[in-house]
Structures are given as structure tokens and as C-alpha cells.
């Protein structure tokens, strides 16, 4: 069951930008911790960018100088900057929250049903 609802992947050239959107429903806005994470196929999804009201976002060592991440708790909505894309930045990009602010995707209980992102060269 879908609980989050990302929007804004595409297709771009490399080195243009793509801006995500993760939409959270009313009933989880209390969820501390909200999280990207990517997966290609074959591979192991893994953590790209962390987001918690109480601590300042981390965004994972490999996209650092590329990539940011904000929140707008009003609209309680989760945006994912993406700059200087890179046909390695291919991906389908999920959106999670849940209590714990981790790199781990065990950690998170609700998930969107992920938006593909398509870098060419």
C-alpha cells in the first residue's frame, strides 16, 4: 500500500537538473524522519538524502557537492534538488518516513511507489 507519492523524475541530459517532490499524507505528517533512497536495477537501494525537523538534512558523500534536499512542513511535502545529473545518477528514486533518521531502509515504514529518474550522455 502506497502512503507517500513522489512526482517530478524524467528523462534529462547529462548534466541538467531534475527536482523531485515527495507528497506525505495528513495521518503520518508526525513521522519524525523522511528519507530518498535509490535503486537500479539489479542493485541494492541505498540512501541518498535524510530530512528530520530536529537535525540538519545529510545527503550521502557520493552526490554531496550535487545533490540537496529540503522540506516544506506546511505543504508537508519532501523535495530532492538534483544538479549536474550524471547517467550514473540513473535510478528509480523512492521516498520513505518513518522514527528513525538512518541510512538504512529497514528503518522506514511508509514508502512511495518511486518516480524513475533517466540521465543520458
Known amino acids: 500500500q502506497v502512503q507517500l507519492v513522489e512526482s517530478g523524475g524524467g528523462s534529462v541530459q547529462a548534466g541538467g537538473p531534475l527536482r523531485p517532490s515527495c507528497v506525505a499524507p495528513?495521518?503520518?505528517?508526525?513521522?519524525?524522519?523522511m528519507a530518498w533512497f535509490r535503486q537500479s536495477p539489479g542493485k541494492e537501494r541505498k540512501g541518498v538524502a535524510l530530512?528530520?525537523?530536529?537535525?540538519?538534512?545529510s545527503i550521502v558523500d557520493s552526490v554531496k557537492d550535487r545533490f540537496t534536499t529540503s522540506k516544506d512542513s506546511a505543504k508537508n511535502t519532501l523535495y530532492l534538488q538534483m544538479n549536474s545529473l550524471k547517467p550514473d545518477d540513473t535510478a528509480m528514486y523512492f521516498c520513505?518516513?518513518?522514527?528513525?533518521?538512518?541510512?538504512?531502509?529497514?528503518?522506514?515504514?511508509?514508502w512511495g511507489q518511486g518516480t524513475q529518474v533517466t540521465v543520458s550522455s
Open positions: 530530512s528530520n525537523g530536529d537535525r540538519a538534512a
Open positions: 495528513g495521518y503520518i505528517k508526525s513521522i519524525p524522519s
Open positions: 520513505a518516513a518513518g522514527p528513525r533518521y538512518s541510512w538504512s531502509s529497514a528503518a522506514y515504514t511508509y
